[in-house]
């Protein structure tokens, strides 16, 4: 059975840094196409960033130079870093991988305020 598990959610100042972790299991991830979406309050659930099995990554034009996607294959998990975080990145943080449909985790809550 699939299952993905995210952590490393939590409240973090403007400014500040986290560092969100996806472990699958059921998969060998590195075989795959994965990322993170993010889904904020009253708005549509959008990508943020992407990993392709070639190691390809490609990141939205608002996190770009902040955020930075990598995988670990041998622990099957894939990391978001992110940096210079912003109130605007406050969201619940999805991380994903592509085999013929998306399967996703439960998500993560990133909330960034003072």
């Known amino acids: 059975q699939v299952q993905l598990v995210e952590s490393g959610g939590g409240l973090v100042q403007p400014g500040g840094s986290l560092r969100l972790s996806c472990a699958a299991s059921?998969?060998?991830?590195?075989?795959?196409?994965m990322g993170w979406y993010r889904q904020a309050p009253g708005k549509e659930r959008e990508p943020v960033a992407i990993c392709t099995s070639g190691g390809t990554t490609n990141y939205a034009d608002s996190v770009k130079g902040r955020f930075t996607i990598s995988k670990d294959s041998a622990e099957n998990t894939v990391y978001l870093q992110m940096n210079s975080l912003k109130p605007e990145d406050t969201a619940v943080y999805y991380c994903?991988?592509?085999?013929?449909?998306?399967?996703w985790g439960r998500g993560t809550q990133v909330t960034v305020s003072s």
């Open positions: 994903y991988f592509l085999r013929g449909v998306r399967y």
């Open positions: 059921g998969v060998i991830f590195g075989l795959y196409d």
